[in-house]
Protein backbone atom coordinates (compact mmCIF):
# COMPACT_ATOMS: atom_id res chain seq x y z
CA UNK A 1 0.00 0.00 0.00
CA UNK A 2 1.43 3.18 -1.12
CA UNK A 3 -0.39 6.51 -2.42
CA UNK A 4 -3.93 5.77 -1.01
CA UNK A 5 -4.87 6.53 2.26
CA UNK A 6 -7.97 4.82 2.61
CA UNK A 7 -8.51 1.07 1.24
CA UNK A 8 -11.82 -0.15 1.61
CA UNK A 9 -12.69 -3.73 1.59
CA UNK A 10 -16.95 -4.11 0.52
CA UNK A 11 -19.63 -5.46 -1.61
CA UNK A 12 -19.52 -5.35 -5.28
CA UNK A 13 -22.20 -3.01 -6.92
CA UNK A 14 -24.59 -6.45 -7.05
CA UNK A 15 -24.40 -7.03 -3.52
CA UNK A 16 -22.01 -10.00 -3.56
CA UNK A 17 -19.62 -11.07 -1.06
CA UNK A 18 -16.52 -9.17 -1.53
CA UNK A 19 -14.07 -9.86 1.26
CA UNK A 20 -10.53 -10.76 0.79
CA UNK A 21 -10.00 -14.75 1.10
CA UNK A 22 -6.60 -16.50 0.86
CA UNK A 23 -7.03 -20.25 0.04
CA UNK A 24 -5.03 -23.22 1.12
CA UNK A 25 -1.27 -22.77 0.95
CA UNK A 26 -1.55 -19.15 -0.36
CA UNK A 27 -0.07 -16.30 1.43
CA UNK A 28 -1.46 -12.57 1.45
CA UNK A 29 1.36 -9.59 2.92
CA UNK A 30 -0.18 -6.64 3.36
CA UNK A 31 2.51 -3.50 4.30
CA UNK A 32 2.77 0.01 4.16
CA UNK A 33 5.37 1.42 1.71
CA UNK A 34 6.67 4.33 4.58
CA UNK A 35 8.54 6.13 2.02
CA UNK A 36 5.23 6.94 0.41
CA UNK A 37 2.63 6.91 3.68
CA UNK A 38 3.08 6.57 7.39
CA UNK A 39 -0.95 5.26 8.15
CA UNK A 40 -2.90 3.52 5.92
CA UNK A 41 -7.21 2.57 6.80
CA UNK A 42 -8.27 -0.25 5.75
CA UNK A 43 -12.01 -0.33 6.28
CA UNK A 44 -15.11 -2.20 5.71
CA UNK A 45 -17.23 -0.92 3.15
CA UNK A 46 -21.09 0.06 4.07
CA UNK A 47 -23.09 -3.11 3.15
CA UNK A 48 -20.61 -5.71 4.14
CA UNK A 49 -21.81 -7.63 6.76
CA UNK A 50 -19.57 -10.17 6.91
CA UNK A 51 -15.35 -11.10 7.22
CA UNK A 52 -13.14 -8.28 5.76
CA UNK A 53 -10.55 -11.38 5.63
CA UNK A 54 -10.99 -15.32 5.53
CA UNK A 55 -8.00 -17.57 5.66
CA UNK A 56 -9.12 -21.19 4.84
CA UNK A 57 -5.68 -23.44 4.90
CA UNK A 58 -3.43 -20.25 3.83
CA UNK A 59 -1.48 -17.38 5.58
CA UNK A 60 -2.10 -13.84 6.17
CA UNK A 61 0.26 -11.28 6.65
CA UNK A 62 -0.05 -7.73 8.22
CA UNK A 63 2.41 -4.56 8.36
CA UNK A 64 5.81 -7.24 7.79
CA UNK A 65 7.63 -4.06 7.43
CA UNK A 66 6.62 -2.49 10.69
CA UNK A 67 7.55 1.00 9.46
CA UNK A 68 3.91 2.16 9.22
CA UNK A 69 0.85 2.12 11.06
CA UNK A 70 -2.46 0.34 9.36
CA UNK A 71 -5.19 0.93 10.55
CA UNK A 72 -8.06 -1.72 10.45
CA UNK A 73 -11.83 -0.09 11.42
CA UNK A 74 -15.05 -2.16 11.38
CA UNK A 75 -18.73 -0.88 11.62
CA UNK A 76 -21.39 -0.65 13.93
CA UNK A 77 -23.78 -3.95 12.77
CA UNK A 78 -21.77 -6.41 11.44
CA UNK A 79 -22.80 -10.27 11.22
CA UNK A 80 -19.34 -11.41 11.28
CA UNK A 81 -15.70 -10.61 12.45
CA UNK A 82 -12.82 -8.63 10.40
CA UNK A 83 -11.18 -11.60 10.40
CA UNK A 84 -12.06 -15.58 10.29
CA UNK A 85 -9.00 -17.84 10.14
CA UNK A 86 -9.79 -21.64 10.18
CA UNK A 87 -8.45 -24.98 8.29
CA UNK A 88 -5.16 -24.66 9.96
CA UNK A 89 -4.55 -20.82 8.80
CA UNK A 90 -2.38 -18.61 10.20
CA UNK A 91 -2.60 -15.10 10.70
CA UNK A 92 0.25 -12.80 11.75
CA UNK A 93 -0.69 -9.11 12.67
CA UNK A 94 2.91 -7.10 13.57
CA UNK A 95 3.24 -3.88 15.27
CA UNK A 96 1.65 -0.91 14.02
CA UNK A 97 -1.76 -2.44 13.57
CA UNK A 98 -4.51 -0.67 15.19
CA UNK A 99 -7.86 -3.11 15.45
CA UNK A 100 -10.72 -0.71 16.35
CA UNK A 101 -14.84 0.07 16.27
CA UNK A 102 -16.73 -3.35 15.12
CA UNK A 103 -19.58 -4.68 16.43
CA UNK A 104 -20.54 -8.36 15.76
CA UNK A 105 -23.02 -10.37 16.25
CA UNK A 106 -20.88 -13.24 15.71
CA UNK A 107 -18.22 -14.60 18.57
CA UNK A 108 -15.00 -12.95 17.90
CA UNK A 109 -15.31 -9.04 17.60
CA UNK A 110 -12.12 -8.71 15.84
CA UNK A 111 -10.66 -12.05 15.20
CA UNK A 112 -12.01 -16.07 15.05
CA UNK A 113 -9.82 -18.51 15.15
CA UNK A 114 -10.81 -22.16 15.02
CA UNK A 115 -9.74 -25.81 13.22
CA UNK A 116 -6.41 -26.05 14.21
CA UNK A 117 -5.29 -22.74 13.26
CA UNK A 118 -2.68 -20.27 14.35
CA UNK A 119 -2.57 -16.36 15.27
CA UNK A 120 0.08 -14.51 16.73
CA UNK A 121 -0.98 -10.74 17.58
CA UNK A 122 2.21 -8.57 18.13
CA UNK A 123 2.10 -4.65 19.60
CA UNK A 124 -1.26 -4.63 18.38
CA UNK A 125 -3.45 -1.98 19.55
CA UNK A 126 -7.65 -3.22 19.91
CA UNK A 127 -9.88 -1.21 20.73
CA UNK A 128 -13.81 -0.49 21.00
CA UNK A 129 -14.56 -3.59 19.70
CA UNK A 130 -17.18 -5.96 21.43
CA UNK A 131 -19.81 -8.94 20.34
CA UNK A 132 -23.72 -7.95 20.72
CA UNK A 133 -26.00 -10.67 21.08
CA UNK A 134 -30.01 -10.04 21.35
CA UNK A 135 -31.07 -13.92 21.65
CA UNK A 136 -28.20 -15.66 22.74
CA UNK A 137 -24.62 -16.14 24.17
CA UNK A 138 -21.52 -13.44 23.28
CA UNK A 139 -18.14 -14.68 23.45
CA UNK A 140 -14.87 -13.10 22.33
CA UNK A 141 -14.98 -9.35 21.90
CA UNK A 142 -11.70 -8.74 20.62
CA UNK A 143 -10.28 -12.68 19.78
CA UNK A 144 -12.83 -15.98 19.72
CA UNK A 145 -10.32 -19.27 19.53
CA UNK A 146 -11.16 -23.05 19.38
CA UNK A 147 -9.12 -25.77 19.26
CA UNK A 148 -6.42 -23.35 18.08
CA UNK A 149 -2.96 -21.56 19.38
CA UNK A 150 -2.71 -18.14 19.94
CA UNK A 151 0.15 -16.15 21.15
CA UNK A 152 -0.18 -11.95 22.22
CA UNK A 153 2.48 -10.20 22.72
CA UNK A 154 3.14 -6.56 24.03
CA UNK A 155 -0.37 -6.22 22.70
CA UNK A 156 -3.00 -3.58 24.08
CA UNK A 157 -7.06 -4.45 24.82
CA UNK A 158 -9.08 -1.12 25.37
CA UNK A 159 -12.54 -0.82 26.21
CA UNK A 160 -13.81 -4.31 24.66
CA UNK A 161 -16.40 -6.43 25.82
CA UNK A 162 -19.09 -8.81 25.26
CA UNK A 163 -23.10 -8.53 26.38
CA UNK A 164 -25.62 -11.73 25.40
CA UNK A 165 -28.94 -12.69 26.83
CA UNK A 166 -28.51 -16.07 28.16
CA UNK A 167 -24.60 -16.14 28.83
CA UNK A 168 -21.77 -13.64 28.14
CA UNK A 169 -17.62 -14.79 28.62
CA UNK A 170 -14.22 -12.96 27.67
CA UNK A 171 -14.53 -8.98 27.02
CA UNK A 172 -10.95 -9.10 25.18
CA UNK A 173 -9.91 -13.03 24.90
CA UNK A 174 -12.04 -16.56 24.95
CA UNK A 175 -10.17 -19.34 24.24
CA UNK A 176 -11.41 -22.88 24.41
CA UNK A 177 -9.29 -25.89 24.15
CA UNK A 178 -6.64 -23.86 22.77
CA UNK A 179 -2.83 -23.40 23.74
CA UNK A 180 -2.81 -19.79 24.93
CA UNK A 181 0.15 -17.48 25.34
CA UNK A 182 -0.41 -13.87 26.66
CA UNK A 183 2.92 -11.72 27.71
CA UNK A 184 3.54 -7.95 28.36
CA UNK A 185 0.18 -7.22 27.05
CA UNK A 186 -2.67 -4.29 28.95
CA UNK A 187 -6.26 -4.99 29.52
CA UNK A 188 -8.39 -2.35 30.27
CA UNK A 189 -11.71 -0.96 30.86
CA UNK A 190 -12.83 -4.23 29.25
CA UNK A 191 -16.33 -6.28 30.26
CA UNK A 192 -17.96 -9.22 29.73
CA UNK A 193 -21.83 -8.60 31.03
CA UNK A 194 -25.44 -9.96 30.36
CA UNK A 195 -28.39 -7.30 29.11
CA UNK A 196 -29.89 -8.18 32.86
CA UNK A 197 -27.55 -7.80 35.69
CA UNK A 198 -27.10 -11.73 36.28
CA UNK A 199 -23.96 -14.56 36.99
CA UNK A 200 -23.96 -15.92 33.58
CA UNK A 201 -20.69 -13.19 32.63
CA UNK A 202 -17.56 -14.73 32.62
CA UNK A 203 -13.88 -12.88 32.42
CA UNK A 204 -14.34 -9.25 31.89
CA UNK A 205 -10.29 -9.59 30.22
CA UNK A 206 -10.26 -13.29 29.20
CA UNK A 207 -11.91 -16.58 29.70
CA UNK A 208 -10.02 -19.91 29.35
CA UNK A 209 -11.90 -23.12 29.10
CA UNK A 210 -9.25 -26.60 29.13
CA UNK A 211 -7.23 -24.56 27.71
CA UNK A 212 -3.29 -24.57 28.08
CA UNK A 213 -2.69 -20.38 29.43
CA UNK A 214 0.43 -18.69 30.58
CA UNK A 215 0.51 -15.34 31.88
CA UNK A 216 3.23 -13.41 31.89
CA UNK A 217 4.91 -9.82 32.51
CA UNK A 218 7.76 -7.81 34.09
CA UNK A 219 6.97 -6.13 37.35
CA UNK A 220 9.73 -3.87 36.88
CA UNK A 221 7.61 -2.14 34.31
CA UNK A 222 4.48 -3.52 34.86
CA UNK A 223 4.39 -4.99 30.98
CA UNK A 224 1.25 -7.27 32.18
CA UNK A 225 -1.56 -4.79 33.50
CA UNK A 226 -5.44 -5.68 33.96
CA UNK A 227 -7.50 -2.51 34.79
CA UNK A 228 -10.86 -1.46 35.57
CA UNK A 229 -11.85 -4.76 33.62
CA UNK A 230 -15.58 -6.26 34.72
CA UNK A 231 -17.49 -9.54 34.48
CA UNK A 232 -20.00 -11.50 37.12
CA UNK A 233 -17.54 -13.71 37.91
CA UNK A 234 -13.64 -13.30 37.31
CA UNK A 235 -13.28 -9.48 36.30
CA UNK A 236 -10.71 -9.74 35.25
CA UNK A 237 -9.73 -13.67 33.79
CA UNK A 238 -12.04 -16.68 34.22
CA UNK A 239 -10.60 -20.05 34.18
CA UNK A 240 -12.13 -23.44 34.16
CA UNK A 241 -11.37 -26.73 32.87
CA UNK A 242 -8.73 -29.80 33.64
CA UNK A 243 -5.64 -29.59 31.76
CA UNK A 244 -2.73 -31.54 32.70
CA UNK A 245 0.19 -29.34 32.03
CA UNK A 246 2.07 -26.48 33.83
CA UNK A 247 1.09 -23.07 34.04
CA UNK A 248 2.12 -19.62 34.88
CA UNK A 249 0.98 -16.37 35.58
CA UNK A 250 4.01 -14.40 36.58
CA UNK A 251 4.90 -11.15 37.01
CA UNK A 252 1.20 -9.40 36.76
CA UNK A 253 -0.68 -6.37 38.35
CA UNK A 254 -4.41 -6.97 39.18
CA UNK A 255 -5.71 -3.17 39.66
CA UNK A 256 -9.43 -2.52 40.28
CA UNK A 257 -10.90 -5.20 38.44
CA UNK A 258 -14.94 -6.66 39.86
CA UNK A 259 -16.71 -9.22 39.87
CA UNK A 260 -20.22 -7.97 40.31
CA UNK A 261 -22.41 -10.69 40.53
CA UNK A 262 -19.90 -14.05 41.75
CA UNK A 263 -16.36 -14.76 42.59
CA UNK A 264 -13.01 -13.58 42.37
CA UNK A 265 -12.29 -9.49 41.82
CA UNK A 266 -9.72 -10.47 39.35
CA UNK A 267 -8.86 -13.87 39.16
CA UNK A 268 -11.03 -16.84 38.97
CA UNK A 269 -9.54 -19.97 38.65
CA UNK A 270 -11.60 -23.12 39.03
CA UNK A 271 -9.72 -26.28 37.61
CA UNK A 272 -9.58 -30.32 38.81
CA UNK A 273 -6.71 -32.47 37.63
CA UNK A 274 -2.91 -33.33 38.69
CA UNK A 275 -1.29 -29.94 37.44
CA UNK A 276 0.67 -26.98 38.35
CA UNK A 277 -0.35 -23.65 38.77
CA UNK A 278 2.46 -21.18 39.58
CA UNK A 279 0.84 -17.49 40.67
CA UNK A 280 4.53 -15.74 40.79
CA UNK A 281 5.37 -11.91 41.41
CA UNK A 282 2.32 -10.81 40.84
CA UNK A 283 0.37 -7.67 42.64
CA UNK A 284 -3.79 -8.09 43.54
CA UNK A 285 -4.94 -4.56 44.83
CA UNK A 286 -8.26 -2.55 44.77
CA UNK A 287 -10.08 -5.51 43.26
CA UNK A 288 -13.86 -6.34 43.95
CA UNK A 289 -16.03 -9.71 44.27
CA UNK A 290 -19.25 -8.63 45.33
CA UNK A 291 -22.35 -10.72 46.47
CA UNK A 292 -25.04 -12.06 43.87
CA UNK A 293 -28.53 -13.44 44.80
CA UNK A 294 -28.59 -13.90 48.86
CA UNK A 295 -27.97 -17.55 49.93
CA UNK A 296 -25.69 -18.10 46.98
CA UNK A 297 -21.73 -18.90 47.62
CA UNK A 298 -20.94 -15.77 45.89
CA UNK A 299 -19.25 -12.52 46.84
CA UNK A 300 -15.87 -14.81 47.50
CA UNK A 301 -12.27 -13.89 47.09
CA UNK A 302 -11.40 -10.05 46.34
CA UNK A 303 -8.47 -10.50 44.66
CA UNK A 304 -8.47 -14.02 44.01
CA UNK A 305 -10.87 -16.82 43.99
CA UNK A 306 -9.37 -20.37 43.41
CA UNK A 307 -10.92 -23.49 43.65
CA UNK A 308 -8.02 -25.85 42.51
CA UNK A 309 -9.05 -29.67 43.60
CA UNK A 310 -6.54 -32.15 42.98
CA UNK A 311 -4.18 -29.26 41.69
CA UNK A 312 -0.35 -28.24 42.98
CA UNK A 313 -0.59 -24.20 43.16
CA UNK A 314 2.49 -22.61 44.00
CA UNK A 315 1.64 -18.76 44.58
CA UNK A 316 5.40 -16.65 45.43
CA UNK A 317 6.09 -13.87 46.49
CA UNK A 318 2.46 -11.66 45.39
CA UNK A 319 0.89 -9.34 47.01
CA UNK A 320 -2.84 -8.74 47.92
CA UNK A 321 -3.57 -5.21 49.04
CA UNK A 322 -6.87 -3.81 49.80
CA UNK A 323 -9.20 -5.93 47.42
CA UNK A 324 -12.60 -6.77 49.31
CA UNK A 325 -15.42 -8.92 49.13
CA UNK A 326 -18.22 -10.62 50.74
CA UNK A 327 -15.73 -13.28 52.67
CA UNK A 328 -11.98 -13.51 51.52
CA UNK A 329 -11.41 -10.00 50.70
CA UNK A 330 -7.74 -10.76 49.88
CA UNK A 331 -7.73 -14.52 48.59
CA UNK A 332 -10.68 -17.65 48.90
CA UNK A 333 -8.71 -20.99 48.07
CA UNK A 334 -10.50 -24.45 48.14
CA UNK A 335 -8.66 -27.46 48.12
CA UNK A 336 -5.54 -27.96 45.76
CA UNK A 337 -1.79 -28.93 47.45
CA UNK A 338 -0.61 -25.09 47.88
CA UNK A 339 2.32 -22.84 48.85
CA UNK A 340 2.42 -19.81 49.50
CA UNK A 341 6.22 -18.83 50.03
CA UNK A 342 7.32 -15.06 50.73
CA UNK A 343 3.49 -13.13 50.17
CA UNK A 344 1.72 -9.76 51.66
CA UNK A 345 -1.60 -10.27 53.03
CA UNK A 346 -2.89 -6.86 53.48
CA UNK A 347 -5.39 -4.25 54.00
CA UNK A 348 -8.32 -6.44 53.01
CA UNK A 349 -11.62 -6.71 53.91
CA UNK A 350 -14.24 -9.34 54.06
CA UNK A 351 -17.51 -6.69 54.24
CA UNK A 352 -20.65 -8.85 54.87
CA UNK A 353 -22.23 -8.65 57.87
CA UNK A 354 -20.55 -12.00 58.57
CA UNK A 355 -17.66 -12.95 56.38
CA UNK A 356 -14.99 -14.43 57.25
CA UNK A 357 -11.34 -14.36 56.10
CA UNK A 358 -10.56 -10.78 55.84
CA UNK A 359 -6.92 -11.53 54.48
CA UNK A 360 -7.48 -15.49 53.27
CA UNK A 361 -10.18 -18.14 53.56
CA UNK A 362 -8.89 -21.63 53.20
CA UNK A 363 -11.49 -24.35 52.92
CA UNK A 364 -10.36 -28.26 52.14
CA UNK A 365 -14.28 -28.71 50.90
CA UNK A 366 -14.60 -32.12 51.47
CA UNK A 367 -11.69 -32.22 49.16
CA UNK A 368 -8.01 -33.34 49.15
CA UNK A 369 -5.38 -30.58 50.05
CA UNK A 370 -2.79 -28.93 52.01
CA UNK A 371 -1.65 -25.40 52.29
CA UNK A 372 1.77 -24.56 53.21
CA UNK A 373 2.70 -21.02 54.70
CA UNK A 374 6.29 -19.93 54.23
CA UNK A 375 7.78 -16.39 55.52
CA UNK A 376 4.27 -14.77 54.39
CA UNK A 377 2.87 -11.64 55.96
CA UNK A 378 -0.99 -11.38 56.78
CA UNK A 379 -1.62 -8.10 58.52
CA UNK A 380 -4.24 -4.93 58.74
CA UNK A 381 -6.99 -7.48 57.29
CA UNK A 382 -10.72 -7.18 58.76
CA UNK A 383 -13.77 -9.58 58.55
CA UNK A 384 -16.40 -10.96 61.44
CA UNK A 385 -14.65 -14.19 61.72
CA UNK A 386 -10.59 -14.31 61.14
CA UNK A 387 -9.03 -10.60 60.13
CA UNK A 388 -6.36 -12.41 58.73
CA UNK A 389 -6.76 -16.01 57.95
CA UNK A 390 -10.00 -18.28 57.79
CA UNK A 391 -9.96 -22.27 58.09
CA UNK A 392 -12.31 -23.45 57.30
CA UNK A 393 -15.40 -25.64 59.03
CA UNK A 394 -15.28 -28.35 56.84
CA UNK A 395 -11.68 -29.34 56.70
CA UNK A 396 -9.82 -32.38 58.44
CA UNK A 397 -6.75 -30.68 59.03
CA UNK A 398 -3.32 -32.10 59.64
CA UNK A 399 -0.09 -30.63 59.43
CA UNK A 400 3.32 -32.68 58.54
CA UNK A 401 7.08 -31.53 58.18
CA UNK A 402 7.82 -31.42 54.64
CA UNK A 403 8.93 -35.25 53.74
CA UNK A 404 6.37 -37.08 55.84
CA UNK A 405 3.22 -38.30 54.23
CA UNK A 406 0.49 -36.29 53.74
CA UNK A 407 -2.40 -37.62 51.97
CA UNK A 408 -4.89 -40.09 53.57
CA UNK A 409 -8.76 -41.08 53.42
CA UNK A 410 -10.37 -41.34 56.43
CA UNK A 411 -14.33 -43.05 57.02
CA UNK A 412 -16.70 -40.58 57.72
CA UNK A 413 -19.05 -41.15 60.68
CA UNK A 414 -22.42 -41.72 58.88
CA UNK A 415 -21.00 -43.33 55.92
CA UNK A 416 -18.97 -42.15 53.39
CA UNK A 417 -15.05 -41.11 52.97
CA UNK A 418 -13.14 -37.70 53.02
CA UNK A 419 -9.85 -36.90 52.83
CA UNK A 420 -7.61 -35.08 55.14
CA UNK A 421 -6.16 -31.51 54.14
CA UNK A 422 -3.01 -30.08 55.97
CA UNK A 423 -2.33 -26.55 57.41
CA UNK A 424 1.51 -26.29 57.39
CA UNK A 425 2.47 -22.44 58.74
CA UNK A 426 6.15 -21.85 59.30
CA UNK A 427 7.79 -19.02 59.61
CA UNK A 428 4.88 -16.92 59.93
CA UNK A 429 3.55 -13.67 60.66
CA UNK A 430 -0.28 -12.59 61.66
CA UNK A 431 -0.52 -9.24 62.81
CA UNK A 432 -2.82 -5.94 62.79
CA UNK A 433 -5.69 -7.76 61.82
CA UNK A 434 -9.31 -6.96 63.30
CA UNK A 435 -12.09 -9.22 63.74
CA UNK A 436 -14.51 -9.62 66.59
CA UNK A 437 -13.78 -13.68 66.31
CA UNK A 438 -10.14 -14.95 65.75
CA UNK A 439 -8.90 -11.52 64.55
CA UNK A 440 -6.18 -12.85 63.79
CA UNK A 441 -6.49 -16.62 63.03
CA UNK A 442 -10.19 -18.21 62.78
CA UNK A 443 -9.73 -22.15 62.78
CA UNK A 444 -13.36 -23.76 62.32
CA UNK A 445 -12.37 -26.99 63.35
CA UNK A 446 -13.28 -30.63 61.25
CA UNK A 447 -15.68 -32.51 61.62
CA UNK A 448 -16.38 -35.89 63.44
CA UNK A 449 -14.56 -38.34 61.42
CA UNK A 450 -13.33 -42.05 62.65
CA UNK A 451 -9.79 -43.24 63.17
CA UNK A 452 -8.11 -39.49 62.60
CA UNK A 453 -5.68 -38.04 64.14
CA UNK A 454 -5.88 -34.90 62.61
CA UNK A 455 -3.16 -32.39 63.91
CA UNK A 456 -2.85 -28.22 62.92
CA UNK A 457 0.65 -27.32 63.47
CA UNK A 458 1.98 -23.41 63.42
CA UNK A 459 5.78 -23.42 63.62
CA UNK A 460 8.04 -20.23 64.24
CA UNK A 461 4.68 -18.21 63.60
CA UNK A 462 4.49 -14.41 65.08
CA UNK A 463 0.76 -13.57 66.06
CA UNK A 464 0.54 -9.91 67.75
CA UNK A 465 -1.42 -6.35 67.50
CA UNK A 466 -4.75 -8.15 66.41
CA UNK A 467 -7.54 -7.11 68.03
CA UNK A 468 -11.53 -5.68 66.99
CA UNK A 469 -11.23 -2.39 65.86
CA UNK A 470 -14.55 -1.63 67.42
CA UNK A 471 -16.14 -1.75 70.83
CA UNK A 472 -14.88 -4.23 73.58
CA UNK A 473 -18.12 -6.42 74.67
CA UNK A 474 -18.61 -10.35 75.18
CA UNK A 475 -18.73 -11.37 72.08
CA UNK A 476 -15.03 -10.55 71.51
CA UNK A 477 -13.14 -13.79 71.10
CA UNK A 478 -9.59 -14.74 70.38
CA UNK A 479 -7.65 -11.62 69.61
CA UNK A 480 -4.96 -13.54 68.39
CA UNK A 481 -5.82 -17.13 67.38
CA UNK A 482 -9.67 -18.45 68.15
CA UNK A 483 -10.12 -22.62 67.82
CA UNK A 484 -13.94 -23.12 67.10
CA UNK A 485 -15.46 -26.88 68.61
CA UNK A 486 -14.47 -29.06 66.67
CA UNK A 487 -13.69 -33.20 65.62
CA UNK A 488 -10.50 -35.39 66.78
CA UNK A 489 -7.96 -32.00 66.32
CA UNK A 490 -4.91 -31.98 68.34
CA UNK A 491 -3.29 -28.22 67.80
CA UNK A 492 1.10 -27.80 68.25
CA UNK A 493 2.13 -24.25 68.57
CA UNK A 494 6.07 -23.96 68.56
CA UNK A 495 8.86 -22.10 68.86
CA UNK A 496 6.57 -19.19 68.28
CA UNK A 497 4.99 -15.85 70.28
CA UNK A 498 1.30 -14.80 70.45
CA UNK A 499 1.46 -11.61 72.65
CA UNK A 500 -0.32 -7.95 72.19
CA UNK A 501 -3.89 -9.44 71.12
CA UNK A 502 -6.63 -8.20 72.56
CA UNK A 503 -10.34 -10.08 73.63
CA UNK A 504 -13.08 -9.56 75.99
CA UNK A 505 -12.15 -13.75 76.23
CA UNK A 506 -8.69 -15.13 75.21
CA UNK A 507 -6.69 -12.12 74.36
CA UNK A 508 -4.29 -14.79 72.79
CA UNK A 509 -6.09 -18.23 71.80
CA UNK A 510 -9.84 -18.80 72.32
CA UNK A 511 -10.67 -22.58 72.44
CA UNK A 512 -14.71 -23.82 72.59
CA UNK A 513 -14.69 -26.88 74.58
CA UNK A 514 -11.54 -28.41 75.13
CA UNK A 515 -10.32 -30.88 77.08
CA UNK A 516 -6.97 -33.08 77.12
CA UNK A 517 -6.84 -36.20 76.15
CA UNK A 518 -8.96 -38.45 78.45
CA UNK A 519 -8.29 -42.39 77.96
CA UNK A 520 -6.15 -42.24 75.28
CA UNK A 521 -8.72 -40.82 72.82
CA UNK A 522 -9.09 -36.56 72.60
CA UNK A 523 -12.57 -35.92 73.47
CA UNK A 524 -12.87 -32.51 71.14
CA UNK A 525 -9.45 -31.14 70.88
CA UNK A 526 -6.08 -30.07 72.71
CA UNK A 527 -3.44 -27.78 72.02
CA UNK A 528 0.19 -28.21 72.84
CA UNK A 529 2.58 -25.48 73.58
CA UNK A 530 6.36 -25.49 73.11
CA UNK A 531 8.84 -22.91 73.58
CA UNK A 532 6.15 -20.27 73.06
CA UNK A 533 5.52 -16.85 74.59
CA UNK A 534 2.44 -15.84 75.13
CA UNK A 535 1.39 -12.29 76.91
CA UNK A 536 -1.74 -10.67 75.43
CA UNK A 537 -4.47 -8.19 76.86
CA UNK A 538 -7.96 -10.16 78.05
CA UNK A 539 -11.39 -8.52 79.97
CA UNK A 540 -12.35 -11.79 81.49
CA UNK A 541 -9.79 -13.80 83.23
CA UNK A 542 -11.37 -17.19 81.91
CA UNK A 543 -7.95 -19.10 82.04
CA UNK A 544 -4.90 -19.42 84.80
CA UNK A 545 -1.70 -21.46 84.68
CA UNK A 546 -0.42 -23.37 87.82
CA UNK A 547 2.53 -22.52 89.77
CA UNK A 548 5.41 -24.13 87.90
CA UNK A 549 3.76 -22.02 84.64
CA UNK A 550 3.62 -25.98 82.60
CA UNK A 551 -0.55 -26.56 82.76
CA UNK A 552 -2.99 -24.40 81.85
CA UNK A 553 -6.53 -24.52 83.03
CA UNK A 554 -10.28 -23.63 82.18
CA UNK A 555 -12.36 -21.85 84.87
CA UNK A 556 -13.87 -25.48 84.82
CA UNK A 557 -10.42 -26.91 86.10
CA UNK A 558 -10.05 -29.16 82.92
CA UNK A 559 -6.67 -29.22 81.68
CA UNK A 560 -6.14 -27.09 78.10
CA UNK A 561 -2.35 -27.16 77.54
CA UNK A 562 0.35 -29.90 77.78
CA UNK A 563 3.67 -28.28 77.12
CA UNK A 564 7.07 -27.86 77.96
CA UNK A 565 7.72 -23.88 79.88
CA UNK A 566 5.59 -21.65 78.97
CA UNK A 567 6.78 -18.00 79.38
CA UNK A 568 4.39 -15.43 80.41
CA UNK A 569 5.46 -11.83 80.37
CA UNK A 570 2.21 -10.96 83.23
CA UNK A 571 0.86 -14.23 84.43
CA UNK A 572 -1.97 -12.06 85.45
CA UNK A 573 -3.74 -10.73 82.12
CA UNK A 574 -1.64 -13.65 79.80
CA UNK A 575 -4.16 -15.75 78.98
CA UNK A 576 -4.62 -18.24 76.00
Known amino acids: LGNADRLYVGATSGGAYAGISIGQNKTLVISVDSSVAKKVEISRASGLKNEMFVVSGGKLIFNES???????????????????????????LNAGVVIRSNTSLAH??????????????????????????????????????????????????????????????????????????????????????????????????????????????????????????????????YQIG?????????????????????????????????????????????????????????????????AIVGNFVNIKNITAQQNTAFSGGGLYIKGGFVTMDTCVVTGNIANADSGIGGGIVVEGNGAVGTIEFIDTKIDSNSAY????????????????????????????????????????????????????????????????????????ELDDIRVYDNKFNGSIDENVKGGGIYFEKSGDVKVIIKDSSIYSNTAYLGGGIYTQDVTEIKDGAYVTMNIELNNVYISNRTDDYTYKRNDDGELVYDSNGNKVVTSHRVSYKDANKATI
Open 242 to 306: NITNEETISGVVFQGNKALYGNGGALHLSAQGLRTINILDSYFTNNTATLGETGSETGLGGGAYL
Open 385 to 456: KGGGLYIGEDMAVKTTRYDEEVTTTYEKEGGGTITETEIIAHYVEIFSNSAKLGAGLYYAGGQNYANTDCVI
Open 108 to 237: GGAIRVTSGSKATLTRVSFEDLNVTSENGPAYGGCVYAEESTILIDSCAFTKCGTKGTVASSGGAVYANKCTLTIKDTRFTDCYSELATLGANAFGGAIYVEQTEFNLTGDRATNSTVFTNNRASSGGAI
Open 66 to 92: LKATIEIIGSGDSASPLFSIANIGELQ
